[in-house]
């Protein structure tokens, strides 16, 4: 048994689905993740192991004004999906996503196989999301982060 701040990641216990509005949750419904670094006692930034069964995915298409973000394959496959199209990531492949850049990314595993990746992103506040394939956003609201509509910025349930 390793000893702090030694740990085995997956002894973390899980977390799964979103906290997407119901209309929006299905996607993600299977996805798990291992919250590394809220257990390891992080506040800078956040990494995640994440488990896509066949058929998830890790998000909806989205990007963040603010916040950084980088993903590592770990296992199985997973087919990441940007603005300019698709590509297959093998174990070992990384992807990153530079804060305030357009470029909405999902990992979605269309495999018969699990999948697991790493994701590290930053905890900059207040840091807000664009969903380009659907009216949704998440803003900053009276420093609570919301769920909004893009096209008359009404909330989600």
């Not at 800078?44 to 004004?65: E, I, Y």
């Not at 770990?74 to 698709?86: K, Y």
């Not at 990314?105 to 659907?134: F, K």
Request: net charge negative.
């Amino acid at each position: 048994m390793p000893k702090p701040p030694a740990f085995d990641p997956m002894t973390v216990p899980t977390r799964t689905g979103s906290t997407y509005p119901a209309e929006f949750a299905a996607a993600t419904a299977a996805r798990t993740k291992r919250r590394l670094g809220d257990h390891g006692g992080l506040k800078n930034f956040g990494v995640n192991h994440v488990t896509l069964p066949p058929g998830s995915t890790s998000a909806l298409r989205h990007w963040h004004t603010l916040q950084d973000e980088f993903v590592m394959v770990l296992t199985g496959e997973l087919t990441l999906v940007t603005d300019a199209g698709e590509q297959v990531l093998g174990p070992g492949m990384c992807a990153a996503f530079p804060a305030g850049e357009a470029n909405g990314h999902a990992l979605v595993n269309r495999t018969a196989a699990e999948a697991t990746y790493l994701e590290v992103g930053d905890r900059t506040e207040p840091d807000e999301v664009d969903y380009p394939d659907i009216d949704m956003q998440v803003k900053w609201i009276d420093g609570v982060e919301r769920f909004v509509r893009r096209s008359d910025g009404t909330f989600y349930d």
